[in-house]
C-alpha cells in the first residue's frame, strides 16, 4: 500500500512540475502584462489616499517580480501613473524569438486615443530547470533600449 501511496506522490509531483514548464515566454508576457496593469491601478488608486502607502505600492510590485522572474532580480524604482505603460488592452505580441535557453518577446503598446503613449517592448528571458524567468522588460526606441523592471 505504502508503494502505492509513494506512486501517487510521484505522480503528481511530476504533474505539478510539468504544469510549471507548460507557460511559453509569450503566455509570460501576456500574464505579466495583465499583473502590471492591475498593480500600476492599484498603486496609482493606493496614491491617491492622504496616508503614506509607499511600503504597500512597493510589497506588491515585489510579489510580481518575484513570480515572473529569478528569485535574486533587483528591480529598477517603481514608476506608475494613472496611465498603466502595460496593459492587456492596449499592448500586443508583435514577435517572439524562442531559442532553447533564452527567449525575446517583442510588443507593442498603441494607445489609440494619445499616439504619445506608443511605446515599443522586449520582454528577455532565460530558461532554467524548464522553467522560463523574465530577465528585463526593455523599453525601444531609436536611440536604444532601457530597462523597465
Request: charged content about 30%; glycine content about 2%; aromatic content about 16%.
Amino acid at each position: 500500500m505504502k508503494i502505492f501511496y509513494l506512486l501517487i506522490l510521484s505522480l503528481v509531483t511530476h504533474l505539478a512540475q510539468s504544469q510549471e514548464t507548460y507557460y511559453t515566454p509569450s503566455e509570460k508576457t501576456l500574464e505579466f502584462i495583465k499583473d502590471f496593469k492591475k498593480w500600476n491601478d492599484y498603486a496609482y488608486n493606493l496614491s491617491l489616499e492622504k496616508s503614506d502607502n509607499d511600503e504597500q505600492i512597493e510589497l506588491e510590485y515585489k510579489k510580481i517580480i518575484y513570480k515572473f522572474c529569478k528569485e535574486n532580480k533587483i528591480h529598477q524604482g517603481i514608476s506608475f501613473g494613472s496611465h498603466s505603460t502595460h496593459s492587456p488592452e492596449f499592448e500586443k505580441i508583435t514577435k517572439a524569438i524562442v531559442k532553447k535557453e533564452s527567449a525575446i518577446i517583442k510588443t507593442k503598446f498603441v494607445d489609440p486615443s494619445n499616439s504619445f503613449r506608443n511605446a515599443n517592448y522586449e520582454y528577455h528571458f532565460v530558461k532554467i530547470e524548464n522553467k522560463w524567468f523574465l530577465e528585463e522588460v526593455y523599453l525601444v526606441d531609436k536611440d536604444g533600449k532601457y530597462e523597465g523592471l
